[in-house]
T-cell receptor, first 114, second 115 residues
């Protein structure tokens, strides 16, 4: 079963607006990552937040993590048409060191209207 | 850096045929992962290797699926015999255990259609 569940499943906003996606998970984690997938392409890593962190920024991305609620959010500010893609959260609950497989949610499909 | 390379990019085959998917990880990476993506089940981890050794194959759906990593620069995922329900996009990913920030680097995927 999927560890992460993204919400919403689909999101359509106007260019320039902010987009927020949420992810919930079920078990304890070492870290949580967000990936982007453009149509017909592979996944690209966006940002990673460790279990002892609460917030992290990278350019127009802001990720929060609430381990007590087993949830995370991804905020994309000042959205652009090129941000149109599917976004997945992924959890790593293994022994650490990056060598364990990730468990992915089913993703949020984000559409940025020009 | 060429990134993770997968071949073929597209494969169409008939039920019962053997299918072999190939992956070349990023040079220097010592962990390799195979995932499958379908509309119904999303992205699922099938198997992963550390230093060419299979660590966890609990995600492999059936005995029809097998994976090998004969050396650090090559892995195969084989389905024999293939069935229509195996139709999916298969991704290979790699990272380096000791120095990575846990990021996995994905290949472009192989889109498999079993008729």
């Amino acid at each position: 079963s999927q560890q992460g569940e993204e919400d919403p499943q689909a999101l359509s906003i106007q260019e320039g607006e902010n987009a927020t996606m949420n992810c919930s998970y079920k078990t304890s984690i070492n870290n949580l990552q967000w990936y982007r997938q453009n149509s017909g392409r592979g996944l690209v890593h966006l940002i990673l937040i460790r279990s002892n962190e609460r917030e992290k920024h990278s350019g127009r991305l802001r990720v929060t993590l609430d381990t007590s609620k087993k949830s995370s959010s991804l905020l994309i500010t000042a959205s652009r048409a090129a941000d149109t893609a599917s976004y997945f959260c992924a959890t790593d609950a293994g022994s650490g060191g990056g060598a364990d497989g990730l468990t992915f949610g089913k993703g949020t499909h984000l559409i940025i209207q020009p | 850096d060429a990134g993770v390379i997968q071949s073929p990019r597209h494969e169409v085959t008939e039920m019962g045929q053997e299918v072999t998917l190939r992956c070349k990880p990023i040079s220097g990476h010592n962990s390799l992962f195979w995932y499958r993506q379908t509309m119904m089940r999303g992205l699922e981890l099938l198997i992963y290797f550390n230093n060419n050794v299979p660590i966890d194959d609990s995600g492999m759906p059936e005995d029809r699926f097998s994976a090998k990593m004969p050396n650090a620069s090559f892995s195969t995922l084989k389905i024999q015999p293939s069935e229509p329900r195996d139709s999916a996009v298969y991704f290979c990913a790699s990272n380096h255990r000791r120095t990575s920030t846990d990021t996995q680097y994905f290949g472009p995927g192989t889109r498999l259609t079993v008729l």
